[in-house]
């Protein structure tokens, strides 16, 4: 079946820190991969996808590579903002496109 | 930028009471989805709808919930009697395609007391 696997939180770190948050995936055929921000109180947003083995998706200084040879789609910054603090989930969609399946969800903190 | 929309943002029902969850997906979406975050807990998929039906529903999606999508705009979930394992926050969601990222609304904070 599908499923994804993260890292477990919290994660603490200082600003301007780098921050890496791995996710490994299990999937039949070829998903497409995401990583979803929630903010305190807030919905899901979508903060960037890759929909191929090798894509990179990127956005607001967040990267993860797709990497179908270690089924993993780590999400990396170089440099964390306090505005950064949120909860990160790592998802994917399968071929059939019925469900995301998530992660159990990073909480991330940023201290100044 | 399109937004998906959802009401109420927050609804406060007594257990075995009737709710109806509002959605309106982005226009030219296709792709329609329920999820629901217990607090703290991970996003826990709950149905999904295209071409006027269920494409796949989860364990949790008993006898106690439908979807439906009346008009051309609203996307509805309906929990006929709620229990207090209900209480969570219910997010719909809607897209193109699986190539796409899919859009969440923000949420419907549901509590039943």
């Known amino acids: 079946g599908n499923s994804v696997t993260q890292m477990e939180g919290p994660v603490t770190l200082s600003e301007e820190a780098f921050l890496t948050i791995n996710c490994t995936y299990t999937?039949?055929?070829?998903?497409?991969l995401f990583w979803y921000v929630q903010y305190p109180g807030e919905g899901l947003q979508l903060l960037l996808k890759a929909t191929k083995a090798d894509d990179k998706g990127s956005n607001k200084g967040f990267e993860a590579t797709y990497r179908k040879e270690t089924t993993s789609f780590h999400l990396e910054k170089g440099s964390v903002q306090v505005s950064d603090s949120a909860v990160y989930f790592c998802a994917l969609i399968d071929n059939t496109g019925n469900q995301f399946y998530f992660g159990t969800g990073t909480s991330l903190t940023v201290i100044p | 930028e399109p937004e998906v929309t959802q009401t109420p943002s927050h609804q406060v029902t007594q257990m075995g009471q009737e709710v109806i969850l509002r959605c309106v997906p982005i226009s030219n979406h296709l792709y329609f989805y329920w999820y629901r975050q217990i607090l703290g807990q991970k996003v826990e998929f709950l149905v999904s709808?295209?071409?006027?039906?269920?494409?796949?529903k989860s364990e949790i999606f008993d006898d106690q919930f439908s979807v439906e999508r009346p008009d051309g705009s609203n996307f509805t979930l309906k929990i006929r009697s709620t229990k207090l394992e209900d209480s969570a926050m219910y997010f719909c969601?809607?897209?193109?395609?699986?190539?796409?990222?899919?859009?969440f609304g923000s949420g419907t904070r549901l509590t039943v007391v």
């Open positions: 999937a039949t055929g070829y998903p497409s």
């Open positions: 969601a809607s897209g193109k395609g699986i190539n796409y990222g899919y859009t």
């Open positions: 709808f295209y071409n006027n039906e269920i494409s796949e």
